[in-house]
């Protein structure tokens, strides 16, 4: 029999590591493979089509399946349990992904079908992301670790899986080629999912069992578990406020990643092995802060590091891009930026898990989630069109500025005072744990 979590269930006084290492593992390979694809994918559409446009379609057809899909998945991984949802949606992704390079080699990868199956990957992935952010406190909770530190280093394992991740990828697609990168990325996928299935112990990952259900009544439906989740989230100001402005930074994000950045690597003569050490530059940088957010987050005020975090990890990459620098310095930009970044995800995942209880977690981070994410199947179809209307500078200062002007106007709203307000809030913790800080989960930088 199935076992069910509650939010009464009590755990043994010896906690097990198990869990939380097996999850970080998964979210490890499974990400390492996503940032290798951020690489290979883009390349392999440009040096095919030389079409910036159809590059950023490609983002496109990817990104819009993610965010859709993770929406109204999280009622699903409440009632299914998140191990279920996320080994067999890596493993789905992984299939999805392997039949890109596989078709493509025997010569009937047409344009409409790769945007087909980039439009699987995406939908396999948006749940499958979800579910392994869900397991993390939980894990935390099984191994006695403070949810502070359990949060902080998934925070890290993201940072240090695009470290690896764009060196990996830019290395591979300069060595032997983007498809050789695209089937890494589904080897990896397929990783991820043997370790979900085989390596966390049993019990781990179950369904929340409903408060309804434990007094003997019926089990919500779908769709009154996904208006649960909306109305808890509508009541939530500060938590609405911090997912627009990561929807409008997310959007820029993607223009950045996906299609400027590119496209920057071809018209300096830089080529994709550039985009590879920009990425691990900026991620191994983001590592640290990271490092340093898992062990002073909790003594920090959380508004001033999220607005630093943003001042620093934003507009400066645009702008060092669109003024022609030597390489050494954008990857100096780059190392300054990732540093930044790697506070972010911890403070606003804090906000997140101590203020949703657990048994909406799933349905909540999936709304919160694909809110945040909203824009960024637009940003590289926008920058994609905007690069080919007017020219690549022009596109990067805008961009530069508009991420400027939004994180600071956020910052100024009465609704951020509550931030540091968050703490202590123990009606609304998921889990009985002192010190709350969330990395890479929740609303994502």
């Known amino acids: 029999m199935t076992d069910v979590a509650s939010d009464s269930e009590r755990l043994p006084g010896r906690g097990s590591l198990r869990p939380l290492v097996g999850v970080l593992a998964a979210m490890a390979v499974s990400l390492t493979g996503t ?60 299939t999805a992904a392997a039949a890109v390079p596989l078709l493509h080699a025997l010569g009937l990868l047409s344009f409409p079908l790769l945007l087909v199956l980039v439009a699987l990957i995406g939908a396999g992935r948006g749940p499958s992301d979800l579910a392994k952010e869900v397991m993390v406190p939980e894990a935390a909770e099984r191994g006695r670790v403070p949810l502070e530190r359990a949060t902080g280093l998934s925070g890290v394992t993201e940072r240090l899986a695009s470290t690896v991740g764009l060196a990996a990828g830019g290395s591979l697609v300069a060595l032997l080629g983007p498809l050789t990168g695209l089937a890494v990325n589904a080897a990896c996928f397929a990783l991820g999912s043997v370790i979900i299935r085989i390596v966390l112990p049993r019990g781990t990952g179950c369904p929340v069992q409903e408060a309804s259900s434990l007094a003997g009544a019926a089990a919500p439906r779908y769709w009154q578990r996904f208006g649960e989740g909306l109305a808890f989230l509508r009541g939530e100001p500060l938590l609405l406020v911090l997912i627009v402005m990561v929807a409008v930074t997310n959007l820029l994000d993607a223009a950045i990643t996906s299609v400027l950045i590119p496209v920057w690597a071809r018209e300096s003569g830089q080529g994709a092995g550039a985009i590879g050490l920009m990425g691990s530059v900026m991620g191994a940088a983001a590592v640290g802060g990271s490092l340093i957010a898992t062990a002073v987050a909790h003594r920090l005020r959380r508004r001033v590091v999220l607005l630093a975090g943003f001042l620093l990890a934003g507009a400066p990459r645009f702008l060092i891009l669109a003024f022609d620098a030597p390489l050494g310095v954008v990857l100096a930009v780059f190392a300054v930026s990732g540093f930044g970044a790697g506070f972010l995800n911890p403070v606003l995942g804090a906000v997140l898990v101590e203020r949703v209880p657990r048994r909406l977690l799933g349905r909540v981070n999936a709304l919160g989630d694909s809110l945040a994410w909203a824009g960024i199947p637009l940003g590289g179809l926008m920058a994609g069109a905007a690069v080919t209307a007017v020219g ?21 709203r009465p609704e951020w005072r509550e931030m540091d307000r968050t703490r202590g809030r123990g009606a609304a913790k998921p889990y009985p744990v002192k010190d709350s800080s969330k990395g890479g989960a929740g609303v994502v930088a």
Not at 39 to 54: C, H, I, K, N
Not at 396 to 409: E, H, K, Q, R
């Open 35 to 94: 940032r290798i694809s951020v690489v290979a994918l883009p390349w392999f559409v440009l040096v095919t089509t030389g079409s910036a446009t159809q590059t950023g379609l490609v983002a496109f057809c990817e990104m819009t399946p993610y965010v859709v899909v993770k929406a109204f998945t999280g009622p699903l991984v409440d009632r299914i349990g998140p191990r279920a949802v996320s080994w067999t949606t890596d493993l789905a992704t992984a």
């Open 392 to 412: 690549l500078v022009p596109v990067l200062l805008v961009c530069g500025t508009a991420y400027f002007l939004t994180t600071n106007l956020a910052a100024l």
